[in-house]
């Protein structure tokens, strides 16, 4: 199975990553080559990437945002567990794990943010989840194309972090406050954050070793999934820090 890709970062990190295979490239007429684009041109040539100039509303028609490049690329590359903890190997292990998470958005910007701060891989539910689709390619820009991500059950992930001494977190409203530089965060960690609205699922949450919740000062309740999943990974990240 094919699939269209689009946006600059999206595909200009595909053709960094080299996890997928690029099939062709189609960049708008007259569109300016210079910056990411031309060092997306320079890895074509090298990768021997066709590149064809074609009118632009034949790549709106992929998608209204698309900057002027289109990428026909194979599937995502999904990957498991295994391999998520064999890239750890050596460093604390820290994994994101989202419970049914729909927005494509919002699972974009996990993961660009997982991969800015060094997380080893994501985990999502293998029904009633978001997947990696193009739009979220282009949410996460590019960064889901270096992110190890593994489609599983979450509880019996849970289950097998656990045995690898990872101390599992659910992020949720019903939870404590966490602290900065709380303990909690510390070591080998699984952050695992709930659902736009539902939040962590019970069975998923009685297998967290503990549920926190970010302290909040303002008039409203809560922050969505993406934002709020963002700061709790930042405050990990802080915490782990030697």
């Given at each position: 199975?094919?699939?269209?890709?689009?946006?600059?970062?999206?595909?200009?990190?595909?053709l960094?990553?080299?996890?997928?295979?690029v099939?062709?490239?189609?960049?708008?007429?007259?569109?300016?080559?210079?910056?990411?684009?031309?060092?997306?041109?320079?890895?074509?040539?090298?990768?021997?990437?066709?590149?064809?100039?074609?009118?632009?509303?034949?790549?709106?028609k992929?998608?209204?945002?698309?900057?002027?490049?289109?990428?026909?690329?194979?599937?995502?590359?999904?990957?498991?567990?295994?391999?998520?903890?064999e890239?750890?190997?050596?460093?604390?292990?820290?994994?994101?794990m989202?419970d049914?998470?729909?927005?494509?958005?919002?699972?974009?910007?996990?993961?660009?943010?997982?991969?800015?701060?060094?997380?080893?891989?994501?985990?999502?539910?293998?029904?009633?989840?978001?997947?990696?689709?193009?739009?979220?390619?282009?949410?996460?820009?590019?960064?889901?194309?270096?992110?190890?991500?593994?489609?599983?059950?979450?509880?019996?992930?849970?289950?097998?972090?656990?045995?690898?001494?990872?101390?599992?977190?659910?992020?949720?409203?019903?939870?404590?406050?966490?602290?900065?530089?709380?303990?909690?965060?510390?070591?080998?960690?699984?952050?695992?954050?709930?659902?736009?609205?539902?939040?962590?699922?019970?069975?998923?949450?009685?297998?967290?070793?503990?549920?926190?919740?970010?302290?909040?000062?303002?008039?409203?309740?809560?922050?969505?999934?993406?934002?709020?999943?963002?700061?709790?990974?930042?405050l990990?990240?802080?915490?782990?820090?030697?």
């Open positions: 199975m094919k699939e269209l890709i689009y946006s600059r970062n999206a595909v200009y990190e595909a960094r990553a080299k996890r997928r295979q099939f062709s490239i189609e960049i708008a007429e007259g569109v300016q080559e210079k910056g990411r684009l031309a060092d997306i041109l320079k890895m074509a040539q090298q990768q021997k990437i066709r590149v064809s100039r074609v009118p632009r509303p034949k790549l709106d992929v998608h209204q945002n698309n900057q002027g490049i289109v990428a026909e690329v194979d599937q995502y590359p999904y990957s498991d567990v295994i391999e998520i903890l890239r750890a190997k050596g460093e604390l292990p820290f994994v994101l989202l049914s998470l729909q927005d494509p958005q919002n699972f974009g910007t996990l993961i660009r943010t997982a991969e800015a701060l060094g997380v080893h891989g994501v985990v999502i539910p293998t029904a009633r989840s978001v997947e990696v689709t193009p739009a979220v390619v282009n949410a996460s820009s590019g960064a889901s194309e270096h992110m190890l991500i593994a489609q599983a059950n979450l509880s019996q992930t849970i289950d097998a972090l656990k045995d690898n001494d990872i101390w599992i977190v659910g992020l949720d409203q019903a939870g404590a406050e966490v602290e900065a530089g709380s303990r909690h965060l510390k070591g080998a960690l699984g952050l695992v954050v709930g659902s736009e609205g539902d939040g962590l699922h019970d069975l998923v949450r009685k297998k967290c070793d503990i549920v926190l919740k970010l302290p909040m000062k303002g008039k409203i309740e809560s922050l969505n999934a993406a934002v709020a999943g963002s700061v709790a990974l930042y990990a990240y802080l915490s782990r820090k030697p």
